[in-house]
C-alpha cells in the first residue's frame, strides 16, 4: 500500500521549507503539482529529482480516481501546490477524499500557509476565527455577503490584488464603514506589508498605490454590543 503526502511550500521565502518536506519530496515516486513550471524552481532550488505530473483544478475531476489506484498499488506520491498548503483555496480536497475512499493512507505535513500570519499581524482577535477563503466571483457574492454581516468571530479571506478595493467597498457596504480590517500582501518576501484600520480607511489607501502580489484581508467579526442594540430595535418594533 502506498501514501499520499501533502506538503505544504514556501509561500514567498524559501527558507520555510522545513527539512521534513524536502526528505518527504526526495522520497516520493511522484510529485503532483499544481503549476509545474512555479515548482520547478522550488525543486531544483532543493535539488530534488523526481517525476513531477500536472494536478490543478482543471484535471483534477479526471485524474484522481486513478491516482488513488496507483498509491493503492504502492507508490508513494506527494502533492504540492505553487504555494502553501495544498487544499486550503487549492487544489487538494479531491484527491484526499479518493485516497481515503481507497483506503489510501494520507499524511499532511504542517507547514506554511498565509492565513495564519495575517491573522496574527492583524491585530485583531484571534481565540475565535472563520476562514473563507476567496468569496464568490459574481453568483452568490451579495448572499454570502448579507449572511458573513452577522458573523461575530474574526473572518479571513484570500483576494486578487485586482479586486481588492472592490472587496474592501462591499465590506464597508455590507459590515459598516467604520469595521477594523487589515490587509496583508507578499507575506514573507522582501515587500511583505500589512496595513490596518477601518475598510474605508484602507480601501482609500490602496486606491492611492499599485497593489501587486497575494493578498490577505482580515476583518473584524461584529460586535456583541451592535447586536444587543439591535435586537433591542427589533423588540421594540414589535411592541
Not at 50 to 69: D, G, P
Not at 99 to 127: F, H, Q
Not at 170 to 186: K, Y
Amino acid at each position: 500500500m502506498g501514501k499520499l503526502y501533502i506538503v505544504p511550500t514556501p509561500i514567498g521565502n524559501l527558507d520555510d521549507m522545513t527539512l521534513r518536506a524536502i526528505k518527504v519530496l526526495q522520497t516520493v515516486d511522484l510529485i503532483l503539482a499544481e503549476d509545474t513550471r512555479t515548482s520547478s524552481k522550488l525543486l531544483h532550488h532543493f535539488e530534488i529529482q523526481k517525476k513531477v505530473f500536472s494536478h490543478h483544478k482543471f484535471n483534477e475531476h479526471k485524474t484522481v480516481e486513478h491516482l488513488a489506484q496507483r498509491m493503492a498499488g504502492g507508490e508513494t506520491i506527494a502533492l504540492i501546490s505553487d504555494a502553501g498548503t495544498p487544499a486550503i483555496s487549492d487544489p487538494g480536497y479531491l484527491l484526499v477524499r479518493a485516497c481515503i475512499d481507497a483506503d489510501v493512507e494520507v499524511e499532511c505535513l504542517p507547514g506554511a500557509t498565509a492565513l495564519i500570519p495575517a491573522l496574527v499581524n492583524s491585530g485583531l482577535p484571534n481565540d475565535r476565527f472563520c476562514f473563507e477563503g476567496f468569496l464568490p466571483p459574481k453568483k452568490g457574492r451579495q448572499k454570502k455577503l448579507l449572511q458573513l454581516a452577522e458573523e461575530e468571530r474574526t473572518m479571513v479571506f484570500y483576494e486578487s490584488p485586482y479586486k481588492l478595493i472592490k472587496s474592501l467597498e462591499q465590506f464597508a457596504e455590507f459590515f459598516g464603514p467604520d469595521r477594523q480590517a487589515s490587509v496583508s500582501r507578499e507575506l514573507t518576501k522582501i515587500y511583505e506589508e500589512t496595513q490596518r484600520g477601518t475598510v474605508t480607511e484602507l480601501a482609500t489607501y490602496f486606491k492611492s498605490k499599485p497593489v501587486k502580489g497575494e493578498i490577505v484581508i482580515v476583518v473584524a467579526g461584529k460586535k456583541e454590543k451592535a447586536i444587543a442594540n439591535r435586537s433591542e430595535e427589533r423588540h421594540e418594533h414589535d411592541d
